[in-house]
């Protein structure tokens, strides 16, 4: 199982950024779907998460401006990033909780990251 994550860049102030990461693989189902954060330093935090029904979770900084939505067909979640902010700068990672073929139990899977930069 891979996750490829796309739509990192260099952006403005009260820009907007689209995230993006698809899942490939031999993969039997996908449960909650996640982004996170990282900065040079700090811990990885949760920016947002998805559950399969649906049901949303955000951190408190980014509630209002930023949403996470998946396409499960496609095996895909997004992160649209609205009013971004300085503080929004960091590498983005996606995380899925999958289950495959050869591991009934599931676990996590992490894409490699892309970088968002916000100038002021």
């Known amino acids: 199982v891979q996750l490829q994550a796309s739509g990192g860049g260099l952006e403005q102030a009260g820009g907007s950024l689209r995230l993006s990461c698809a899942a490939s693989g031999s993969i039997f189902s996908i449960h909650t779907m996640a982004w996170y954060r990282q900065v040079p330093g700090n811990k990885r935090d949760l920016v947002a998460s998805?559950?399969?029904?649906?049901?949303?979770n955000y951190a408190d900084s980014v509630k209002g401006r930023f949403t996470i939505s998946r396409d499960n067909a496609r095996k895909k979640v997004y992160l649209q990033m609205n009013s971004l902010k300085p503080e929004d700068a960091a590498v983005y990672y996606c995380?899925?909780?999958?289950?495959?073929?050869?591991?009934?139990?599931?676990?996590?899977?992490w894409g490699k990251g892309t970088q968002v930069t916000v100038s002021s």
């Open positions: 998805i559950t399969s029904g649906g049901s949303t």
């Open positions: 995380n899925m909780f999958i289950e495959t073929i050869a591991d009934w139990n599931g676990m996590d899977y």
